[in-house]
């Protein structure tokens, strides 16, 4: 089988999987970066649930690792905390959300709703905080527009490569002449 057969399927396929990958990541992306669009609100409360999605809990990749938490009882309000390990590190001085006490501290909560989750924007409580600047601007916002970057150029990507594979022309191939024929 001739390398340029093989050529016109390989580009068709890799194209489809770069599109799927950019589309896969951009449903991650999407509640962070659409909260950058939606008003802020303000909660108080204590937390009275908590989850690390066990996909990729503790993986410390951008918009995969985050933790969910629920406070006062409220099962319709989810809130989701998207940040990496040096800040839950820096976080986790003041507030665990795996301590015995977690359920005890009073937490202000600054997030904006996206679908039916908050997406948290900055958290304080008696003993500390996590700015806005810290995580909003310093880690989500950042992280935002390298994903959205990366989305961009992999669907640019797969789509070039998918018409790549559907405009190519194999040459054609061309059979030896045998030896008693070419006299």
């Known amino acids: 089988m001739s390398v340029f057969r093989v050529r016109k ?3 068709i396929n890799f194209g489809l999987l770069f599109i799927f990958l950019s589309c896969w990541m951009s449903w991650y992306i999407y509640p962070l970066a659409k ?3 939606v008003e802020e609100d303000l909660f108080y409360g204590k937390v009275s649930y908590a989850a690390i999605p066990s996909l990729f809990g503790g993986s410390n990749l951008p918009f995969f690792d985050k933790i969910f ?3 006062n009882g409220d099962t319709g309000a989810t809130f989701v905390l998207y940040a990496n390990d040096d800040i839950l590190d820096r976080m986790a001085e003041w507030y665990d959300f795996s301590a015995s006490n977690a359920s ?8 904006t709703r996206v679908g039916n989750k908050f997406v948290v924007k900055s958290m304080a409580s008696t003993d500390g905080e996590l700015s806005w600047e810290e995580l909003s601007v310093d880690y989500q916002f950042y992280w935002c527009f390298v ?3 990366a989305v961009v150029v992999m669907l640019i990507f797969g789509l070039v490569l998918v018409i790549v594979g559907i405009v190519h022309k194999p040459k054609p191939v061309v059979s030896p002449v045998s030896v008693e024929n070419a006299e």
């Not at 005890?104 to 997030?111: G, M, Q, R, S, T």
């Open 9 to 11: 399927v390989a580009f």
């Open 35 to 37: 909260s950058f669009f």
């Open 69 to 71: 938490f629920q406070i």
């Open 104 to 111: 005890e501290v009073p937490l202000e909560i600054y997030a």
């Open 147 to 149: 994903g959205v970057s």
